[in-house]
């Protein structure tokens, strides 16, 4: 590599929150150098290698605030249930990698669309059509819900006896009997107790691959937001085995059964992260699951859900326990990544996150709650006041068939309209950042600006925008991926391309921030650079 990079003959987005653009720019031992006439100068110095942009952008480095790699990566693993259409097509690639694989011990895929059964709810005997006796489980496109089939409640000994877990359900037919759909704990203690893990070979293959898709895609940092111990393990391997294509945060998960013996546990696993030294894996953050999801009644709501009045959701900690736990870690010195949902679940991370500041010692704190999909109009202010960051996933921030057939029965009126409030909470002041939540939806994050933008799909320019004061301009939106990551990633020195700043950027095939938006979907990514080193290049554009 050489000693300096100069980027000439295009646009270069400096800062997209303030629309600060150059039309050229330095890198230089992993900084940037110089902007403007000053990089230009620059490049008939030895050592210098100079590329032209071809009329294309240099933007700063994309980031990915909530998403799970190694979860996606496996995904290639069994049969491709997310590309159907229907029931019938989830099927069909089901009975297709069973007869490609006729020794697979178990059949193991993920996501299917929950909106292919009414309610959500799937039948194992649907399933035992098409994989006989082999024991299945297919993971819906949430990751809170999963479908097995006779074999596999077999294997797990599910049964009409078996009580639900404490914090999940196993949906039952009339008679008692399980239907074959398991929500939340149910899905997650079958996952980790009865179905067989994928080979370390396989998932060190899947990190690999993940983070070489996001590489390819101009992403420099992501957060893994679920990782369990064995996941600490594989990625201490990867990055020994410099097997990671971009930076990735690890998110501890913290369990509401023994959270406090787990303080000890992250901290020695925060520790080896840091032993390592490697620049690509940090471990700094814990994660809490405070709620389900609204598609399966399990987000926690303040009022009962629309179409179940004796129903308030499945929240997984009480509040005085997530006060407690939250206050724990905070005083270990941990960034906190809350996953909420439900309007009650939001007011309770936010009193959680309130509890830590009062009870510990005034320090700099960077906490997330993630997702923010229905927030009280009451609690919006609150994010700035408490200095926590907002991390939407703004790809979901339309009215999709989810949204029209699912989500807004479950809420009624007029909570179908507290939804990513994106808008609001960033007009407040509040710091927001954004995600894929890959793989429960795409980790491509230039359709998700689009939606950002216009709130309605990139495939529908002339759609209605949904909940449009919620939108954002292009510069704001391009911001929540670039300045608003930084700031989660505890990275103050990246998220723009400043002189002096972290050498993370993105070469695009043309300038987000002035195309129409339905376009930035269709945006080529020619090379992305990470401390100035290229982790991708296009063969068009090398």
């Known amino acids: 590599m050489s000693e300096t990079t100069v980027f000439v003959n295009g646009t270069v987005i400096v800062d997209a929150a303030r629309a600060v653009t150059s039309h050229a720019v330095a890198f230089s031992s992993g900084r940037v150098a110089a902007l403007g006439a000053d990089a230009e100068r620059l490049a008939d110095q030895p050592d210098t290698s100079v590329i032209d942009l071809a009329g294309g952008t240099l933007a700063p480095g994309i980031g990915d605030g909530h998403a799970h790699p190694l979860l996606g990566g496996v995904e290639a693993l069994g049969p491709q249930v997310r590309d159907a259409g229907d029931l019938a097509g989830i099927l069909a690639a089901v009975a297709e990698?069973?007869?490609?694989?006729?020794?697979?011990?178990?059949?193991?895929?993920?996501?299917?669309?929950?909106?292919?059964?009414?309610?959500?709810?799937?039948?194992?005997?649907?399933?035992?059509?098409?994989?006989?006796?082999?024991?299945?489980?297919?993971?819906?496109?949430?990751?809170?819900?999963?479908?097995?089939?006779?074999?596999?409640?077999?294997?797990?000994?599910?049964?009409?006896?078996?009580?639900?877990?404490?914090?999940?359900?196993?949906?039952?037919?009339?008679?008692?009997?399980?239907?074959?759909?398991?929500?939340?704990?149910?899905?997650?203690?079958?996952?980790?107790?009865?179905?067989?893990?994928?080979?370390?070979?396989?998932?060190?293959?899947?990190?690999?691959?993940?983070?070489?898709?996001?590489?390819?895609?101009?992403?420099?940092?992501?957060?893994?937001?679920?990782?369990?111990?064995?996941?600490?393990?594989?990625?201490?391997?990867?990055?020994?085995?410099?097997?990671?294509?971009?930076?990735?945060?690890?998110?501890?998960?913290?369990?509401?059964?023994?959270?406090?013996?787990?303080?000890?546990?992250?901290?020695?696993?925060?520790?080896?992260?840091?032993?390592?030294?490697?620049?690509?894996?940090?471990?700094?953050?814990?994660?809490?699951?405070?709620?389900?999801?609204?598609?399966?009644?399990?987000?926690?709501?303040?009022?009962?859900?629309?179409?179940?009045?004796?129903?308030?959701?499945?929240?997984?900690?009480?509040?005085?326990?997530?006060?407690?736990?939250?206050?724990?870690?905070?005083?270990?010195?941990?960034?906190?990544?809350?996953?909420?949902?439900?309007?009650?679940?939001?007011?309770?991370?936010?009193?959680?996150?309130?509890?830590?500041?009062?009870?510990?010692?005034?320090?700099?704190?960077?906490?997330?709650?993630?997702?923010?999909?229905?927030?009280?109009?009451?609690?919006?202010?609150?994010?700035?006041?408490?200095?926590?960051?907002?991390?939407?996933?703004?790809?979901?921030?339309?009215?999709d068939a989810v949204m029209r057939d699912l989500t807004i029965p479950h809420l009624g009126h007029p909570r179908e309209d507290w939804q990513y409030l994106i808008g609001s909470v960033h007009r407040s002041g509040a710091t927001i950042s954004f995600g894929s939540d890959w793989p429960v939806t795409t980790r491509d994050w230039r359709p998700a600006l689009s939606t950002a933008i216009t709130r309605h799909s990139h495939l529908e320019p002339g759609a209605e925008a949904w909940l449009p004061k919620e939108r954002l301009t292009p510069g704001d939106a391009l911001a929540a991926y670039t300045s608003g990551i930084a700031r989660q990633a505890l990275a103050p020195q990246r998220g723009t391309l400043e002189v002096g700043r972290v050498a993370d950027a993105a070469w695009l095939s043309a300038n987000p921030l002035s195309l129409a938006p339905e376009a930035i979907a269709d945006l080529a990514v020619h090379g992305t650079w990470l401390a100035g080193e290229a982790t991708f290049r296009s063969p068009t554009h090398p």
């Open 97 to 399: 990698w069973k007869a490609a694989n006729p020794d697979a011990e178990w059949i193991i895929g993920a996501s299917y669309d929950a909106t292919f059964a009414d309610g959500g709810l799937f039948d194992a005997r649907w399933l035992d059509e098409v994989t006989g006796d082999t024991p299945t489980i297919l993971r819906a496109w949430d990751y809170h819900t999963a479908w097995v089939n006779s074999a596999a409640l077999a294997a797990g000994g599910i049964t009409a006896d078996t009580p639900d877990p404490a914090l999940g359900r196993i949906v039952r037919r009339a008679d008692g009997s399980p239907l074959g759909t398991l929500q939340e704990a149910a899905a997650n203690d079958f996952l980790a107790e009865v179905v067989p893990a994928f080979a370390e070979a396989q998932r060190l293959d899947a990190i690999e691959r993940a983070t070489r898709g996001y590489a390819e895609q101009g992403t420099t940092w992501i957060q893994d937001a679920w990782v369990e111990p064995a996941d600490l393990e594989l990625y201490l391997v990867a990055a020994a085995q410099q097997r990671l294509h971009t930076r990735v945060n690890l998110a501890f998960r913290a369990d509401p059964a023994r959270w406090r013996d787990q303080v000890a546990e992250f901290v020695a696993g925060r520790t080896r992260v840091r032993a390592l030294e490697h620049p690509r894996l940090s471990g700094e953050t814990v994660k809490f699951f405070v709620d389900g999801v609204i598609e399966s009644h399990t987000a926690a709501l303040i009022d009962p859900y629309a179409d179940r009045p004796d129903e308030r959701g499945l929240p997984n900690w009480t509040d005085a326990e997530l006060n407690e736990a939250v206050v724990a870690f905070d005083a270990a010195g941990f960034q906190l990544h809350l996953h909420a949902i439900g309007d009650a679940a939001n007011r309770s991370a936010l009193d959680a996150l309130a509890a830590a500041r009062d009870a510990n010692p005034p320090r700099e704190r960077h906490d997330v709650i993630a997702h923010v999909a229905l927030l009280d109009p009451a609690d919006v202010a609150r994010f700035a006041e408490l200095g926590v960051i907002a991390n939407f996933e703004p790809y979901w921030a339309q009215c």
